[in-house]
């Protein structure tokens, strides 16, 4: 590993758990006289970034999550979203797709409300704090971890319970809590019961539990009520899931120690995973988003925690993203190297190995549910609207029956990546590798749906072929590990043919740059990977020139689209350009997009899938993973090469980051039957 990266397993605090108002009010070790009591760490701050965009309904959302599931609380104290069973399960609220879809909000009453928030240090706890004319409220927010859980352990047994305080600040505050669940994603109203001090709201195969301290009236499957909450009062709601059959009762267990016991879970893991390089805040809280849309039990890293958030308003490309796809694999395990996350790296090949099973000569499926589920079959919920009349609203993807070529190059590069963790390699990792790479030798001159997903003609797209030549490098570089001489000398030679299409049928020369796919004049931001996978180097005169033409082409204010056409600009993208100058030798334009780029997060430093070119709106699923990944390894790139880790030149080896560590990757093709062996430099 890279010297930047640390994982030093000595936590910096007590594990136990500590009173909720300790816990907010609490001094940092590197603040000692606490000037930054509750401010956040996790918030975009000590870096020379702009501010945040205020941009639209889907950025003003904060992210929960607990190891299983994920609910998103908008800045009005409403949760709009929740699937507490799993990511990709039914929601019990889910107003942020339609008004009638459910929700729970605890608000301040009357207009004249300002709002500020931020996570509590190293946490995806949530305090918001509501400022009207007779005082302030905060309310804090968090889905419960399992008691007692730290580090690694965090969210592997999760109660599915969501817990609710809210303290009187100052002045005194008249407050509404409207609890409205709505299950089967809006479909189902519950009966609701009450039993000593608890409402009971059952419907279907769904049960939720509200232990409130605000009284509240029952009344058509809703519950609402008032109380005004005085400087130094504290009221606890709690909400417990569970299934009708088969299971416990809901938990619901005290919210204080719900919220403490989450905040040292969270510090737990923060504490193992200590990134050294530059834009530390930003990388830490990225971070904690990709644990965050981890599924703990398996190890899957979720795309985003929601479905159908449009890519465009009023459009129709709306998807469910509550998957986990293998294009991302590769990428995310760097992410996790560079985030000194090497454990749940190896979780994730891991899990990746076992939901692929024995791979033959069938194709390699494109993406999985979280516990490895194949049939993701796509339906429409024509009962819901939509957020903000974007229709339709689908559950499901059926990408899940694509063919995408670039996954062989995804996993391979994600196998020489944690080379080291698989020496020795068993026989089953060594067959699924080995099928892979003689996959890549078959069907790269195959047309495919490409990295973006298009659902209409395959086109022989050239980020897959670019992948498939990853492939067939990697397996290479493994040498005898992998396969005999014959293997070796085929997967080289099919390597050279690969590059030397790309090469030839990849270049337009009327444009100056490569472009989507063969023989096209279409540009497309993927052909930014080139460099970071290390098929040619960025200061390649075509290289460059391509780079220069697609920043001129399909970016503004530092925002790239992925084609042009596309609706929004997109954010891993983005990122990816801001690499591409970094190895270019372009270091200062490259940091100024990072910084940039870094801005555009919302007010607790989330990204969407796409930001509006126009007005700044994050768009798409919410929040996205890629983009918190393409974050995460812009900022290790730009570190390693500030640090004088990368030398780019023309004539000498290209020094690639791939993870944590500097892979020299020639750009000259290496003899048929030839190549590096494991450990090459």
């Not at 069973?85 to 729970?104: Q, Y």
């Not at 780019?648 to 500097?662: F, I, Q």
């Amino acid at each position: 590993m890279a010297s930047s990266f640390v994982n030093d397993r000595r936590s910096r605090r007590p594990a136990e758990v500590t009173p909720v108002g300790a816990v907010i009010r609490a001094r940092r070790a590197d603040d000692p006289v606490g000037q930054n009591a509750g401010r956040s760490r996790n918030a975009v701050r000590g870096v020379r970034v702009p501010r945040p965009v205020d941009s639209g309904r889907i950025s003003e959302h904060g992210f929960l999550a607990d190891g299983r599931s994920a609910a998103l609380v908008d800045r009005h104290g409403s949760v709009n979203w929740w699937c507490p069973a799993r990511f990709d399960s039914p929601s019990v609220f889910g107003r942020i797709l339609d008004d009638r879809a459910g929700h729970f909000t605890i608000a301040p009453e009357g207009d004249d409300v300002r709002v500020t928030r931020s996570y509590l240090d190293d946490t995806l706890v949530l305090r918001t704090v509501f400022h009207t004319g007779t005082g302030s409220v905060a309310v804090t927010d968090a889905l419960a971890l399992e008691p007692g859980a730290r580090g690694h352990d965090i969210g592997l047994r999760s109660p599915r319970v969501l817990a609710r305080l809210v303290e009187g600040l100052s002045g005194e505050v008249p407050v509404r809590v409207e609890f409205v669940p709505r299950f089967e994603y809006g479909r189902v109203t519950a009966y609701l019961t009450r039993s000593d001090g608890v409402i009971d709201a059952r419907a279907g195969a769904c049960r939720l539990s509200l232990r409130s301290d605000v009284p509240l009236a029952c009344r058509h499957g809703d519950a609402v009520g008032r109380a005004t909450v005085r400087a130094g009062d504290t009221l606890r709601l709690t909400l417990g899931y569970a299934p009708t059959y088969g299971g416990d009762d809901p938990a619901l267990p005290d919210a204080d120690r719900v919220v403490a016991d989450a905040v040292a879970g969270w510090r737990s893991w923060a504490d193992l995973h200590d990134y050294r390089g530059h834009y530390r805040d930003q990388v830490r809280l990225s971070a904690m988003v990709v644990q965050g849309m981890t599924y703990q039990p398996s190890g899957a890293v979720v795309a985003a925690a929601t479905t159908s958030l449009p890519e465009r308003l009023g459009g129709d490309r709306n998807y469910d993203y509550r998957y986990v796809w293998v294009r991302d694999f590769s990428l995310t395990l760097q992410a996790l190297w560079r985030s000194a996350c090497p454990d749940e790296a190896d979780r994730q090949f891991s899990w990746v190995a076992r939901a692929m099973g024995r791979i033959d000569d069938g194709r390699v499926p494109i993406m999985y549910g979280v516990e490895g589920e194949r049939d993701l079959t796509e339906h429409t919920l024509d009962h819901l609207r939509g957020y903000a009349d974007s229709r339709p609203v689908l559950v499901g993807n059926d990408a899940w029956k694509q063919r995408q070529n670039d996954v062989l190059g995804e996993i391979l590069d994600a196998a020489w990546l944690m080379r080291h963790y698989l020496d020795p390699m068993s026989p089953d990792v060594r067959h699924l590798l080995c099928a892979l790479a003689d996959q890549a030798v078959r069907a790269w001159h195959l047309p495919d749906s490409g990295m973006w997903e298009t659902r209409d003609a395959e086109r022989h797209y050239l980020s897959s072929k670019v992948q498939c030549w990853t492939a067939l490098d990697r397996a290479v570089r493994f040498g005898p590990r992998l396969g005999d001489p014959a293997d070796i000398r085929r997967w080289a030679r099919a390597r050279d043919e690969v590059r030397a299409a790309v090469l030839e049928r990849g270049w337009n020369d009327r444009l100056g740059a490569y472009t989507g796919a063969f023989d096209s004049d279409r540009l497309d931001a993927s052909v930014l990977l080139m460099p970071l996978v290390g098929f040619l180097p960025a200061d390649d005169p075509r290289m460059r020139s391509t780079i220069d033409v697609v920043e001129r082409g399909l970016s503004r204010d530092g925002v790239l689209r992925r084609w042009d056409g596309d609706p929004a600009g997109f954010v891993i993208c983005s990122f990816w350009l801001a690499s591409c100058l970094a190895l270019a030798g372009e270091q200062e334009r490259a940091a100024r997009l990072f910084e940039q780029l870094a801005g555009r997060v919302n007010d607790l430093g989330l990204y969407a899938e796409q930001i509006d070119q126009t007005t700044g709106e994050q768009l798409g699923n919410f929040p996205q993973a890629f983009s918190h990944i393409g974050l995460i390894n812009a900022a290790g790139l730009l570190t390693d090469v500030a640090e004088r880790r990368h030398e780019v030149s023309a004539d000498r080896p290209h020094l690639v980051a791939t993870g944590a560590e500097v892979v020299a990757t020639s750009t000259r093709a290496v003899p048929t039957g030839t190549g590096p062996t494991e450990g090459a430099r």
